[in-house]
C-alpha cells in the first residue's frame, strides 16, 4: 500500500507512514500478508505511474483509500497497546 499512496499523499504523509506501519508491523507476520505485498509491489509501480498522470485519479484514489488508512489505524492502536 505504500508505493502508490507516497503518489496519492506525498512520501512523508501521515497516511503514507501509517500504511507503512501496518505493511511492517501487521501484514509481514503472515503468509498471506507477505503474499499480498508480493504483489502489490509487482502491480503497484503500473498503478503509480498511472495516478502520476492525473490530479483527478490521485483524487479519488486518496477518497477510496480512506477505509483502508483508517483500518490500519485502527489495527496499529490494538497492536502496540
Excluded at 8 to 21: C, H, K, N, W
Amino acid at each position: 500500500m505504500v508505493f502508490y499512496c507516497r503518489e496519492i499523499y506525498g512520501v512523508f504523509a501521515a497516511e503514507t507512514e501509517d500504511l507503512r506501519a501496518f505493511r511492517d508491523r501487521i501484514l509481514r507476520l503472515y503468509a498471506v500478508g507477505r503474499k499480498f505485498i508480493r504483489v502489490y509491489y509487482r502491480m503497484s509501480p503500473v498503478i503509480a505511474a498511472w495516478l502520476s498522470k492525473s490530479s483527478a485519479l490521485r483524487a479519488v484514489t486518496r477518497t477510496a483509500m480512506r477505509p483502508a488508512v483508517w483500518a490500519a489505524r485502527r489495527l496499529l492502536r490494538h497492536v502496540n497497546h
